[in-house]
């Protein structure tokens, strides 16, 4: 935890210099409790601009392959990353995200499973919403907008936690689980 607050701080410092970073609506991030939050992805900068940013410590999901290297896997773990298999269907990453959820963590997500180039929309992936009707938490979904040049201007926009407690309990169908995915990358992207 030390590690995490020492570079939250320099990280902020930094960021906010150099993109003009301006967060709106981090009062609507529950203050406890696990919840997930979603995220569009469309630069590498997403992951660190969204840890810095957001009012509570994000757990991200992270491709396998970062932690290969000794020194950057140590070092995102202690950022509270943690290993998926991409494509796998990896049953590993999907415990550890429940567990973290139940003990009131916060697990972070791109619901479009990769980075989305600028102008283009992703299609929704259906783990987020998955995990939020297992753990029985809302989704809290965050919008990043504009560039990371120089000086340019970035919008870190908090949306209202979306609740799924209709369909706690209940076996969803692929469709079902599909159709409630689309609606969460919309309400992503329609924040504003």
């Known amino acids: 935890m030390i590690v995490f607050n020492i570079v939250k701080v320099i990280l902020r410092v930094f960021l906010f210099f ?22 569009n992805h469309r630069s590498y900068w997403d992951v660190i601009v969204a ?33 998926v298999q991409r494509g796998k269907g990896d049953i590993g990453a999907i415990k550890a995200a429940l ?58 926009l908090i949306g209202e936690p979306v609740e799924y407690s209709a369909y706690y309990g209940e076996k969803l169908t692929i469709e079902t689980l599909q159709g409630l995915s689309d609606d969460l990358l919309h309400k992503i992207y329609a924040l504003d």
């Open 18 to 39: 150099v993109f003009r970073i301006k967060v709106y609506g981090k009062e609507n991030m529950p203050k406890d409790g696990g919840i997930i939050v979603a995220i």
């Open 51 to 83: 840890g810095v940013c957001t009012p509570r410590r994000l757990g991200f999901m992270a491709k396998a392959e970062l932690f290969k290297n000794k020194f950057f896997g140590w070092l995102i773990t202690s950022l509270g990353a943690f290993p």
């Open 99 to 156: 567990t973290r959820l139940r003990d009131g963590e916060v697990v972070a997500m791109f619901p479009e499973g990769t980075r989305v180039k600028k102008g283009q929309k992703g299609n929704a992936k259906p783990g987020a919403v998955m995990l939020a009707t297992k753990a029985q938490i809302p989704i809290v979904p965050v919008k990043i907008s504009g560039g990371y040049k120089w000086m340019s201007k970035v919008n870190v």
